[in-house]
Nanobody
Framework: QVQLVESGGGPVQPGGSLRLSCAAS????????MGWYRQVPGKQRELVAY???????NYKDSVRGRFFISRDVAKSTVSLQMTHLQSEDTAVYYC???????????WGQGTLITVSS
């Protein structure tokens, strides 16, 4: 059973920056994918960014160029550096990990980011 612990959320002003971090434990092998999703009340959870073990990354279009994902495969950690934050980025952000291709994801507990002046 993989457990994910997130840190780094909180309030921030528009145009500001935040860094989220996530550490996985309980996995005996490197995780195939680690990434971040977000959810606003009343809406579906959506992809923000992920990175697979090959180093390939994928970003939601609206965050590309503002958010940057990085992971340490050996340490089972992933971070999300968020810059030029906008009010539309306000959401609960969830760390996600997929142990192998096609397997169901594990989720962290979520951390709230509020972008407001």
């Amino acid at each position: 059973q993989v457990q994910l612990v997130e840190s780094g959320g909180g309030p921030v002003q528009p145009g500001g920056s935040l860094r989220l971090s996530c550490a996985a434990s309980g996995n005996s092998d490197p995780l195939y994918l680690m990434g971040w999703y977000r959810q606003v009340p009343g809406k579906q959870r959506e992809l923000v960014a992920y990175e697979v073990t090959t180093g390939a990354v994928n970003y939601k279009d609206s965050v590309r160029g503002r958010f940057f994902i990085s992971r340490d495969v050996a340490k089972s950690t992933v971070s999300l550096q968020m810059t030029h934050l906008q009010s539309e980025d306000t959401a609960v952000y969830y760390c996600s990990a997929v142990p192998s291709a096609g397997a169901p994801p594990y989720w962290g507990q979520g951390t709230l980011i509020t972008v407001s002046s």
